[in-house]
């Protein structure tokens, strides 16, 4: 039922913004992201231009609601932490009187939060790269062309980066 609502607002929010770009010219300052440029265009069709804004919004779904179900995790365990978090928060709202930018950059303590999170629960289990060029890592050759991995989990997790690893 969630994913038929996220699709559906799509749907809707693709059309208006396909209407509004026919009717008028100079629209494409006013929606100057990536729909619009597909849109304008003409190389897609509105069905494919659909699946592809649906499929983006969708991967923001899950990345993010994984990463704030673990952070509340975290802060369950960390009741004291959560307390922290909350009076930065209220801290930095009163301050910034509604201007949300400004209200972000008063929240050191959550960015740091989300951080942690994201060390020891990433959304991914690794980040892949193809090498540009050839390089050398401790004495091993890698050619250009070679995809290499990085492991995230176990790399948020190594003692060797992190003191006390495990602890968040």
Same mark, same amino acid.
């Given at each position: 039922?969630?994913?038929?609502?996220?699709?559906?607002?799509?749907?809707?929010?693709?059309?208006?913004?396909?209407?509004?770009?026919?009717?008028?010219?100079?629209?494409?300052?006013?929606?100057?992201?990536?729909?619009?440029?597909?849109?304008?265009?003409?190389?897609?069709?509105?069905?494919?231009?659909?699946?592809?804004?649906?499929?983006?919004?969708?991967?923001?779904?899950?990345?993010?609601?994984?990463?704030?179900?673990?952070?509340?995790?975290?802060?369950?365990?960390?009741?004291?932490?959560?307390?922290?978090?909350?009076?930065?928060?209220?801290?930095?709202?009163?301050?910034?009187?509604?201007?949300?930018?400004?209200?972000?950059?008063?929240?050191? *303590? #959550?960015?740091?939060? +989300?951080?942690?999170?994201? =060390?020891?629960?990433? &959304?991914?289990?690794?980040?892949?790269? @193809?090498?540009?060029?050839?390089?050398?890592?401790?004495?091993?050759?890698?050619?250009?062309?070679? *995809? #290499?991995?990085?492991? +995230?989990?176990?790399?948020? =997790?190594?003692?060797? &980066?992190?003191?006390?690893?495990?602890? @968040?």
């Amino acid at each position: 039922e969630a994913w038929d609502g996220i699709f559906n607002q799509a749907d809707r929010c693709i059309q208006n913004i396909y209407r509004q770009l026919r009717q008028e010219t100079g629209n494409q300052k006013k929606y100057p992201g990536v729909l619009a440029s597909l849109l304008m265009l003409d190389k897609l069709s509105i069905e494919d231009i659909k699946a592809s804004v649906t499929e983006l919004m969708a991967g923001g779904v899950d990345t993010t609601s994984i990463t704030l179900l673990w952070t509340l995790y975290e802060l369950a365990r960390h009741p004291n932490l959560q307390e922290e978090l909350r009076a930065e928060v209220a801290a930095a709202r009163a301050e910034s009187q509604g201007d949300m930018l400004e209200m972000l950059k008063r929240i050191p *303590l #959550v960015k740091g939060a +989300l951080k942690e999170t994201l =060390r020891l629960h990433p &959304v991914a289990v690794s980040l892949q790269r @193809y090498i540009a060029e050839d390089i050398i890592i401790q004495n091993y050759h890698i050619p250009a062309g070679t *995809l #290499v991995q990085l492991g +995230l989990y176990a790399m948020g =997790r190594d003692p060797k &980066v992190f003191f006390r690893p495990e602890q @968040y």
